[in-house]
């Protein structure tokens, strides 16, 4: 019965993250549905917020895979002029947007639903963020997925990522090697790690040029 459940939980989780859109978002909205995410109500301790407060210079932050809206929420308000939160599920959106209501944001938040290896935004951004969204990218399409998206940012824009390399003390292979990826095709220009609370490691990058721009 073990082998059945996790069997199934796999199989789950991969059309979740690679299945047909009409699938994932189907499955997406089952899952906010529940009280599984209710840990989103409340990640202020998260690192990610420090370099998003930082980059985003009080400019417009893509936010890919937004969920129920913690990030757009829970990051000062005074850091950031607009926000664009993106994802697959409607019922997730519409928790963002009544949790924005509630804290009186939205005239700077706004959400639309859309899939995240292929979305269109409507304009440029200083920050685009894939905060834990970036599992969902299939490692050899992580490359051309941040190409894609590098078409949004503003001449001194940044890409944000942020995802755990370890779990109970033991290193992840999968993340780790999407931050190789990362490593090897972008230009790295800050990059942190947390190992308390929620954890994780933060890389902040953007598209190679002649003369990278270093944080300041």
């Known amino acids: 019965m073990y082998i059945v459940d996790r069997s199934v939980r796999f199989i789950r989780g991969a059309l979740m993250s690679y299945g047909p859109s009409f699938l994932k978002r189907s499955l997406w909205d089952q899952e906010y549905s529940t009280s599984k995410w209710n840990f989103n109500d409340n990640t202020t301790s998260d690192i990610v917020y420090g370099y998003l407060e930082k980059w985003a210079k009080k400019g417009a932050i893509m936010d890919l895979g937004c969920g129920s809206g913690n990030t757009s929420n829970e990051i000062a308000e005074s850091a950031y002029g607009q926000y664009l939160g993106v994802d697959i599920s409607e019922v997730a959106l519409a928790k963002a947007r009544k949790r924005t209501q509630e804290n009186g944001r939205t005239a700077k938040n706004q959400f639309v639903q859309g899939e995240l290896l292929g979305f269109s935004p409507p304009q440029k951004f200083d920050v685009i963020l894939f905060r834990e969204s970036m ?58 790690e947390c190992s308390v609370g929620f954890g994780g490691t933060v890389m902040v990058f953007r598209p190679k040029s002649p003369h990278p721009i270093k944080a300041s």
């Open 135 to 192: 599992y969902h990218v299939p490692l050899n399409k992580v490359k051309s997925v941040l190409e894609h998206y590098a078409d949004y940012l503003k001449p001194e824009g940044v890409f944000i990522v942020r995802m755990s390399k370890t779990q109970d003390g033991k290193e992840k292979w999968r993340p780790t090697a999407m931050f190789r990826v990362i490593e090897k095709e972008f230009d790295v220009v800050e990059e942190g």
